[in-house]
């Protein structure tokens, strides 16, 4: 794998800033050279290990898109993809599905795709290989009420801030997007990060929950959705609700940077021990992003991906947004991924790594999920999930599943 993409990622770049709203997406920077997504047609003989997938934990992440799908007009187009037809295609594939998804049958399954799919991979220019990390749904200790140890604010969003899409008004700019606050008929930047943890601006008193761990409170920013246990026994789960308009900065390129961490062993767990270890610094530390998020309440199933519709768990895949639609299935050939079972608390960092090959789906975004070929796998909640997504930088390939044509 190309160090410059280490470089620039640091692992903490995995949907980093909660992308996975519905509405926003990713902070795309603006290249000399962006390179294009080329379809390839293929057949299901050609993806890696296809019957070997259950494919019955793809069920209920399929069916959840299908939901979105069919409630949309036959004739709009499918997304940003346009191989991928129209609505009223896919509402076809989708009727289709719910016959078959009540079989419990892998066999009935595969026979499925292959009878309403056609594989194409997916390059960028003539490359099919990319970069895939993973993301995971965060867990929390919090308070309604500011109290010991429940001291850590995490914000609304205020009502002052406005978000702009740029591309709504250069079409160059697509993918693009800042953020601030109006004055004097004016846009300006909003307050960073600093500013708003140390009380520094005009909404200190707009808080959603209180947490009793400043990390966690970072963590959660970079993941964009997460689980709060309740001093009170009760659960609630938070979502992303708008950001600050300051650009995402890795901080594991800082702690490199200082000499705190090397290249080979940067990762969510190092950067999480070395904060633990250092709570003099950690503040300066966290502070070189100035990126900041917002969250709101979220009830029902969750987390909430950029779809729109709760993820799941090892099948929902984080992608560029201004390239892919969501709810279209993909085919991921990863490399070089240390697999936890159920039974482990957590991922032996010297276990021999295992391909991924498995079917997933557009479902989300990120921040620094850009170009044809990147993919950030939300893994789920929990210490496994956690340990997973912290320690996957994987290089890898997909191929794309469209409706054949009639």
């Not at 920077?29 to 057949?43: F, K, M, N, R």
């Not at 003539?126 to 200790?141: H, M, Q, R, V």
């Not at 620094?368 to 956690?386: M, N, Q």
Request: hydrophobic letters at 40%.
């Amino acid at each position: 794998m190309r160090i410059f993409i280490l470089l620039s990622l640091f692992i903490l770049a995995s949907c980093d800033e909660a992308e996975q709203q519905p509405v926003e997406p990713s902070q795309k920077t603006v290249e000399a050279h962006a390179p294009d997504l080329i379809l390839t047609q293929s057949t299901f003989a050609d993806l890696p290990a296809w019957e070997e997938d259950d494919l019955q934990t793809f069920v209920p992440a399929f069916k959840r898109s299908c939901g979105r799908i069919v409630k949309r007009s036959s004739e709009v187009t499918f997304g940003v993809l346009v191989q991928a037809g129209t609505y009223g295609d896919w509402q076809a594939v989708c009727l289709a599905f719910d016959q078959v998804a009540e079989a419990s049958d892998t066999a009935a399954l595969r026979a499925f795709f292959e009878e309403y799919f056609t594989p194409h991979q997916v390059s960028a220019d003539d490359n099919p290989i990319g970069l895939f990390t993973g993301y995971y749904e965060a867990s929390l200790n919090g308070s309604s009420a500011r109290k010991e140890p429940y001291t850590i604010p995490l914000h609304k969003r205020p009502d002052d801030l406005v978000m702009v899409q740029l591309g709504d008004f250069r079409p160059a700019l697509k993918g693009n997007r800042i953020a601030g606050r109006v004055k004097n008929g004016r846009l300006k930047p909003y307050e960073n990060r600093a500013q708003i943890v140390a009380g520094d601006w005009p909404h200190e008193d707009e808080v959603l929950i209180w947490v009793d761990d400043a990390v966690d409170a970072f963590f959660v920013q970079i993941q964009g959705s997460g689980l709060v246990q309740m001093d009170d026994g009760s659960v609630q789960r938070i979502g992303y609700a708008g950001q600050n308009g300051h650009p995402y900065y890795a901080i594991g390129r800082e702690l490199i940077k200082i000499g705190a961490l090397t290249k080979e062993n940067v990762s969510m767990q190092s950067i999480r021990a070395w904060l633990a270890e250092n709570p003099t610094q950690a503040d300066e530390i966290m502070n070189t992003n100035k990126s900041y998020v917002f969250f709101r309440k979220i009830t029902g199933d969750g987390p909430l991906g950029a779809e729109g519709i709760a993820l799941t768990g090892g099948r929902s895949l984080a992608v560029d947004r201004t390239l892919m639609s969501y709810g279209v299935p993909l085919w991921v050939d990863l490399e070089g991924v240390r697999v936890a079972d159920d039974s482990e608390n957590a991922i032996d960092a010297d276990k021999e790594t295992t391909p991924i090959r498995r079917l997933m789906i557009a479902q989300d975004t990120g921040g620094a999920i850009t170009g044809p070929v990147r993919g950030d796998v939300f893994w789920g909640y929990g210490k496994i999930a956690e340990d997973m997504a912290g320690k996957m930088i994987s290089s890898g390939r997909y191929w794309v599943l469209l409706p054949k044509k009639p």
